[in-house]
């Protein structure tokens, strides 16, 4: 009885004329491909956001940092006390300061870190994103190197083995007040992290010429860290203060990325969950669309359903029918919607730059990239798949109960 079912269920799908399926049927597969090409599609973007966040931008610069009147010397004793903590997998001192940069005519405003190259990958994938240069010259105490990232570079018009004047202002106050201190850096060293607002407003400085330019003497503004989990940071993190407090009997602080990217990844991930919510919408929409085009199907059959059930035909039969029926069509949007999905997706980074080129537009200027990028995720595909497919099979119940229910003599009446 399951395979007659089935058979009518086909025989509904199928259309009359030449096409392969009827019209209502392609209707309901076309709202139900619509819906789910977009959610993937979105969502694809909105997990490239959170994944180039992550891996390019978060990975760049420390997950905690420790904060106080540090000095060097007391950099090995800092670094053995963090290790105790087994999430810990690096830690770097630094020097940080802001300063402005000059080249010819032109002059721009940047941070500027002080680094030791070889503590500093411990914390940080700058140095897998050298793209001119290395950025292990800046070990180079006698001369004054620099690293800058691409961006910058195009703007102050210059490159590896050029030279820039960088101004810090002076930790000593004359009569007259502060004023700046410069000193000439060669470029040793191009990086591009794929952020603007890293590669255009980021230098990198050896950590003795940081010390050098800014009169510090011993001292350095504090140690970077870095821990097997980004998002428990902040947890790790106070422990390991409290730990530093005691052995070195200092008032020490700390910082996590939470503070200066914190509210943007979770903006994104509040912006993720409620763009997919408000698309799932979209299919729910056409899942109802399936239940409407079912209900139109069965005033449509009235007749043909009362004819098989003077067969013989008992409402298990009529209902499977109907159930069938929304299945297969649930079926079809659900295989298009994410064949055609999946293909947008991996060829949307090239279907924007068309786009950008044909209009002369710039859609990502002021983001922390200017580009789309696209983290397809079989589970994400494939749990919105089954879920979509649940919805389409609940929105069958109703119409097949109408069709069961129906009552041969009533209908054949004034047949």
Known sequence: MKNISLFLALKYFRSRGSGFVSFHSGMAILGIAIGLMVL?????????????????????????????????????FIEKELYKNSEVIGTAPYIETQGLISSGS??????????????????????????????????????????????LALQMGVEVGDYLNI???????????????????????????GSPEIDQNFGYIGIQNASKLLRMGNYVHGVRLKYKDLFQSSIEVREDLARLREGLDKPLTAITWERTYGTLFEAIQNERFLVAFML??????????????????????????????????????????????????????????????LVIALNFGDIINFIEMTFNVKFLKVYFIDYFPVDIRPEWVGSISFITFIFCALFTIYPSKIASNIDPVEVLKYE
């Open 167 to 193: 101004l810090v202002p002076d930790t000593g106050l004359g009569i007259a007040g502060i004023f700046p201190r410069t000193k000439k850096f060669k470029i040793s060293a191009i990086f591009s992290v």
């Open 280 to 341: 799932f919408m979209l299919v729910i929409l056409s899942a109802y669309n399936l239940m409407s085009m079912l209900v139109m199907t069965v005033n449509e059959k009235k007749s043909q359903i009362a004819i098989l059930m003077t067969m013989g035909a008992t409402s298990s039969v009529i209902r499977n029918v109907f159930l069938f029926f929304g299945s297969i069509v649930g079926i079809v949007g659900i295989i298009i919607g994410s064949i055609v999905g």
């Open 40 to 76: 993937i599609l979105v969502t694809s973007v909105m997990n490239g956001f959170q994944r180039e966040l992550k891996d390019r931008i978060l990975e760049t610069i420390p997950h905690a940092s420790i904060l106080g009147n540090i000095e060097y010397e007391e950099f090995s």
């Open 106 to 151: 032109f002059l721009k405003g940047v941070y500027l870190y002080g680094i030791d190259p070889e503590y500093e990958e411990t914390v940080s994938s700058i140095s897998n994103h050298i793209i001119d240069g290395s950025l292990s010259s800046l070990k180079d105490d006698e001369n004054y190197f620099i690293a800058i990232g691409d961006i």
